[in-house]
């Protein structure tokens, strides 16, 4: 035979190792594929009730974006997203489309295959817990994918959790928190366990995740313990303004870690509140008057429209106006800081829009979910999220922020004497 005629056959592990790739990357489309279904069906729900001018379903389906390419770690797998349409007339205001979160249109690569598993399982994939989502993903048959390596997969993602929750705090500064406890739709282990959460603006306006842990109905001694850990781990300055909600055990836990700190209500949770207290039908009007007080340009502007409330719904709804005049103070603290940092701090949606997803997933799990579980599905998330949030505007005030300059209405103290 001659030496040119030679066909060069592969090794047994290389063609296995093809054969496992490919066994993998069908197992990636189909998961995708499910995740982004999951998303898109949730997205039509939210709008089931928009009809256009004929009574027909105003958003329906129609079909799907043209399928691409994703790169990852088992070589280029193919992805398709479905498209809507918006039959409402121009006068309805902008279309609406939907725009995946978890493939947007700029995606085409993701990262190593241990980052994509749990990417997708927190994305909204429906199929029970980390070990069946990982068996759907390689194939339950796949050699060297057992149950035990399954395992060490997720006491890989344990570890980095429990490294990250023993870093060092030392040297950093935060200048804003954002605080709150997360339920979910899902069975936890203790029927009371919630999430708390803290989220810092740093000292160049980078929005970063200081700390997660599990805590018992949003109490005193549960924040408590999270805020004495940061200062064990080395954060000695306190913000100089935390965000949060109504939960009283954060605000009681406060004063006893960072006594300088100052609070601001969170404009969103306190507006839910007061309009729950009030007929559906004054629902809409009550929150555009709302919307008036926290939208003023100046707090003179805001305290008129504060008084307007209560004037216009007080005696007939005195419940609505005693649960926003009752925390009147630090609903109004946001005119003390920079106007440019208004948008960042006068609700907690920085944490909201990040477990808006999760909440997905959980409501999905058909299971009681394990404390280990569920605190390695949020910091996997909130570390995926991380990256897309943006800084502050305003970041040049923030050391004016740090040095305590006064702001009047937004504006340094002087400038607006000036």
């Known amino acids: 035979m001659k030496k040119d005629t030679v066909i060069e056959l592969k090794k047994p592990e290389e063609m296995f190792q093809d054969s496992l790739t490919e066994i993998l990357r069908k197992g990636a489309r189909k998961l995708i594929a499910e995740a982004v279904e999951s998303e898109f069906d949730y997205f039509m729900a939210q709008h089931a009730n928009l009809v256009d001018e004929e009574g027909r379903h105003r958003i329906v389906r129609n079909g799907s974006m043209p399928e691409r390419e994703i790169l990852t770690s088992l070589g280029s797998v193919p992805v398709q997203v479905p498209r809507t349409k918006d039959r409402g007339s121009k006068k309805a205001g902008n279309k609406i489309h939907f725009t995946s979160a978890i493939l947007p249109p700029y995606l085409r690569k993701t990262k190593t295959i241990t980052e994509l598993i749990p990417w997708l399982y927190l994305k909204g994939i429906s199929t029970g817990d980390f070990s069946e989502a990982l068996a759907a993903l390689v194939g339950k ?124 209500r969170c404009w969103v949770h306190k507006t839910a509140n007061v309009l729950d207290k009030l007929p559906k039908g004054l629902q809409k009007k009550a929150k555009q008057d709302i919307h008036q007080i926290w939208m003023a340009e100046t707090k003179a502007e805001s305290e008129k429209s504060f008084d307007y409330f209560l004037k216009a719904y007080g005696a007939k709804y005195p419940k609505a106006t005693s649960c926003l005049e009752k925390d009147r103070d630090v609903l109004l603290t946001f005119y003390d800081f920079p106007a440019e940092h208004w948008v960042h701090i006068r609700t907690t949606n920085p944490i909201e829009s990040t477990f808006a997803t999760v909440r997905l997933r959980t409501a999905k799990t058909r299971g009681s979910l394990s404390r280990e579980t569920m605190l390695t599905m949020v910091f996997k998330l909130c570390l995926s999220a991380q990256q897309r949030w943006r800084k502050l505007n305003g970041q040049e005030h923030l050391a004016e922020v740090i040095a305590g300059i006064n702001f009047v209405d937004g504006l340094e103290k002087e400038k607006e004497a000036a």
């Open 141 to 264: 048959d796949a050699a060297g994918l057992s149950s035990s390596t399954i395992s060490r997969l997720k006491e890989v993602w344990q570890e980095e959790l429990n490294k990250w929750e023993q870093r060092s705090l030392k040297g950093k500064r935060y200048v804003y928190f954002w605080v709150d406890g997360v339920h979910f739709g899902a069975r936890l282990e203790k029927d009371n366990q919630c999430i708390l959460v803290v989220i810092g603006a740093t000292e160049d306006g980078t929005k970063e995740l200081i700390a997660i842990t599990d805590g018992y109905r949003e109490s005193e001694q549960s924040w408590l313990a999270l805020l004495l850990d940061l200062k064990r781990r080395g954060l000695a300055h306190g913000p100089k303004l935390a965000i949060g909600d109504g939960a009283l055990g954060f605000w009681k836990a406060l004063p006893q870690a960072y006594g300088e700190t100052r609070r601001q």
